[in-house]
């Protein structure tokens, strides 16, 4: 009495109970994966909206990583970064003109190495074997040897003249097509290029009373043109300075460039050439100031470009909730058996947003895929509208799905997946197990 007999262990009080078992990340990845394959169309459908979804955000950000690309490789490419471009007086001052004068005072200016005027000049190219054949056409000068440009990958066959003062030509590879040879065969071959206008041919203008006919040698075919004009031709320096100061003396014309470039020792001091110009009242532009332009203008395309890719992942977002929101309806009582089995609000969640997140990588993976396909069908296309009309094509890959892109995607295709079971899942966590297991 006044003590407390130990309770006797019986048969229905067994010495240990085992903790309950909890299910696991990769039992409910598992459950997840099996869920996804059970509606096989469903889930097809689904999956192929976030497809659609990221290959069009993919194509989209390989659109604006090409057109940057494009810009860069312009200004490095067809503008060399040391070079000032001289196009005249500022505005509201008095005219400046660009004559021989102009380019002798801009070219003795502190830390220019070499300054060279541009020429263009309009008149007719024919091959001597068939005069009949004249078309219309323009020549413009080649930098001086000595500037060491332009790159010899603009052309498609040949080489660029070797001194200032030879009569040779690079022509384009229509200008070539016109004569009915190919690039390769059309080197060597010579060429009757006459005079007539200070420029390129106008409508309406009359050639010059007094044309003068010049023998060319073609050493090189160029895929392309300068400002994309398939009739525009390139002449050594000192033969176009040469040719035109005896049309300018035989017709009247003054003697004007169409522009000055100015090339800096180093690239550290174009910006003080460029500001020394402006002091003596022209109007100069870098390759900085055309880069920054483009850039400007590129901001404003790629911001409305990701307003697109946003709508894209939204309504795939809505697909994968609307799928999701479905499966919680139709196995309404399945989460009963699996909350009255003792199974935790969690690890419900965890399996529908595991379904969810399969779906993402499945759509994710297609849609990198036929994006990164997309973007090469439409480089051949693009190269081709641009070989049909004479612009250079080297590196023209205005779609550029590079690696970084295609994670970004399918990481992506992943997070908005798993956010849009997240609802739906919650939903089916919170389902009471009695009345989820009387649902019919």
């Known amino acids: 009495p006044g003590s407390v007999q130990a309770t006797r262990r019986t048969g229905r009080a067994p010495e240990h109970l085992d903790p309950p078992r909890r299910l696991g990340v990769r039992d409910g990845l598992r459950l997840g994966l099996a869920s996804a394959g059970r509606r096989p169309l469903r889930t097809a459908i689904t999956a192929a909206g976030v497809a659609i979804g990221i290959g069009v955000m993919s194509l989209i950000l390989s659109l604006a990583v090409g057109l940057q690309q494009q810009v860069v490789d312009t200004i490095a490419g067809d503008v060399q970064l040391q070079t000032v471009g001289v196009t005249g007086s500022l505005p509201g001052t008095a005219p400046k003109p660009l004559d021989p004068q102009s380019l002798a005072t801009l070219s003795s200016l502190n830390d220019v190495g070499v300054g060279w005027g541009n020429e263009v000049i309009g008149g007719t190219l024919s091959d001597p074997a068939d005069p009949a054949a004249a078309t219309q056409a323009s020549v ?32 384009t590879d229509a200008q070539a097509r ?3 040879w190919t690039p390769s065969t059309a080197v060597g071959k010579t060429l009757h290029f006459v005079g007539q206008y200070p420029g390129p041919p106008a409508p309406g203008e009359r050639p010059a009373g007094h044309p003068l006919p010049l023998d060319l040698t073609v050493v090189g075919v160029a895929s392309g043109a300068p400002a994309g004009d398939p009739s525009w031709s390139l002449i050594p320096y000192e033969l176009a300075n040469r040719y035109w100061d005896d049309l300018a003396a035989a017709n009247g014309w003054n003697s004007q460039y169409t522009q000055i470039t100015l090339m800096a020792d180093s690239l550290q ?3 003080a050439v460029k500001s020394e110009v402006t002091r003596l009242g022209y109007q100069a532009t870098t390759a900085n100031d055309v880069l920054r332009q483009f850039a400007e203008r590129l901001g404003y395309v790629e911001l409305a470009l990701g307003g697109l890719a946003i ?5 795939a977002a809505l697909g994968i909730a609307n799928t999701m929101f479905s499966a919680v309806v139709e196995r309404t009582r399945e989460i009963g058996v699996f909350k009255a089995l003792g199974c935790r609000a969690r690890d419900l ?36 509208i641009a070989r049909g009309q004479g612009v250079v094509v080297q590196g023209l890959d205005l779609f550029q799905l590079v690696p970084p892109i295609a994670g970004v995607g399918i990481g992506l295709a992943i997070v908005v997946a798993a956010l849009s079971g997240l609802l739906p899942a919650l939903r089916a966590a919170r389902q009471d197990p009695v009345q989820a297991l009387r649902y019919e």
């Open 178 to 180: 016109h004569f009915g």
């Open 349 to 384: 969640s965890l399996i529908f947003v595991a379904e969810a997140a399969v779906i993402g990588v499945a759509g994710g993976l297609v849609g990198v895929v036929v994006s990164a396909l997309l973007a090469q069908a439409g480089n051949h296309v693009i190269h081709q």
């Open 269 to 271: 001091q174009v910006d």
């Open 311 to 315: 709508i894209a992942l939204a309504v």
């Open 140 to 171: 413009t000068d080649l930098p001086p040897v000595r500037a060491g440009w332009p790159r010899s990958d603009i052309l498609e066959a040949g080489r660029l003249p070797g001194q200032d003062d030879v009569q040779d030509i690079v022509i």
